[in-house]
């Protein structure tokens, strides 16, 4: 259930079960705007970051709050039960003439303090989500094990992060404080379970949304990285969507599959209210969220075609494309590759739940399989994207896996790019400005039928350059990647 103000692209989402002990809640004081919120039953605690105009919604016929109340819902005896909830109305603003002399100062004070509370909101949750970033790498760290050749790693990854963290500072002011960036939306139940949601601020039609899974190994994945990425869509009026999910050791393959599947789900299911055209859907990834997203689509086509459609969420016949960046899909051929540049076997087979797990975890020999032969007509356009210099994941694993699409009768192209390394595409090519080949490919995509945005993008400004290149070549000669 989600109560929704009219004409704005804001929510309070409202699980069922949140009300079955009791509802506490801090909500913001009308004209607040962007807040962030806590829901509670007692037993487990649901945050999300949100904007919303209190005075706007409305239970049975009658304001939660009004700018006269700006109380507790937790200190009412009167909170709601879910059923009661009505269909949001708007109610008319009463015009008040401009107050003069003081009672306007103190207003423009108001106001002023507002915003500053605002601001502080951010930060708050800038400062957590750092944490939370920070966790990730203590993570990694811990089972890696600290040896000669990850010293040496860890030295060269903070010389590359130091290169580029001009880009990395305007990128970070983007996502924390930009209005068209909603952080940390729920999708599940699970621990992780979130979503970035990306909004262009105009509302004139419906847009097309890419749903997209970032990687990280499979161990320091995070929403956050897809954000140089959802700022270069957003230019273009697309939607996007940056799942979160569980990463090793918190979750092992299949929960990180299970994660995305529900947010793929949630996306289908709500997008709609956001503004996304739901005949346009594609699925993005990159590098491990390649190769994840590719997996919960394979696994959902077969769900598709021997289950009753009606009883599942999504259907893979519903996307329009799946857009996969520098991933693997046979990890029997990665194995050893991996260990060489140091994600160890040992902790790899534990992410993967055993050395018997892997042909049931890659694409490529999951499609082969005879029993999936009768889903491949449910499986959307596929196309992968790979530089020749990658040395994380080898350019011949989308090859490969394009050619094993091709051969059930998938419809599956390949876009190699000449001297790209695994970084190149995503993160220093979007940083020089310019023109983008891998964001040019993407939209000729996603525009594929629409030609008054392919003429639009066709005048589309260059992208300003947010690092130098002398320190983007530096960065590339350092990179771990």
Known sequence: MM????????????????????????????????????????????????????????????????????GDWSSSSSVPELASISEPTRHPRRHKRRPLGGEHRRRRGSSRQSSFQEFRSDVQHAATETYLISGLTLTLLRYLGIGTRWIGKFIRLALYALFLMPGFIQVGFFYYFSKSVHRSIIYGDQPRNRLDLYLPPENDKPKPVVIFVTGGAWIIGYKAWGSLLGQQLLERNVIVVCIDYR?????????????????????VQNIGSYGGDTDRLYLAGQSAGAHLAACA???????????????????????????????????????????????????????????????????????MNPSFRPAVPLLPPITLFHGTADFSIPYEASVTFGEALQLVGAKASTILYPDKTHTDLFLQDPMRGGKDKLLGDILSIVFADDDEAKAEDAVTIMRRRLVPEILLQLARKVSPF
């Open 247 to 267: 990463n090793f050791p918190q979750g092992c393959v299949s929960d990180m599959i299970s994660d995305i599947t529900t947010g793929i789900g949630y996306v």
């Open 3 to 70: 109560l929704t103000t009219d004409g704005v692209y804001k929510s309070i989402a409202l699980p069922p079960r949140v009300l079955e002990n009791g509802l506490n809640s801090e909500i913001p004081k009308p004209g607040l705007g962007h807040s962030y919120t806590k829901l509670s039953n007692g037993s487990s605690e649901i945050e999300m970051d949100t904007i919303v105009e209190v005075e706007d919604l409305s239970v049975d016929g009658r304001p939660v709050l009004s700018s006269e109340d700006s």
């Open 297 to 367: 689509l394979i696994m959902q086509a077969k769900k598709e075609y021997f289950e009753d459609p009606t009883k599942i969420v999504w259907r893979a016949s519903q996307l329009r494309a799946y857009l996969a960046l520098s991933g693997g899909y046979n990890l029997l051929k990665l194995v050893e590759h991996f260990h060489q540049r140091g994600l160890y076997r040992s902790l790899f087979l534990s992410v993967m739940e055993g050395e018997a797990s892997l042909p049931l975890f890659s694409p490529e020999i999951m499609v």
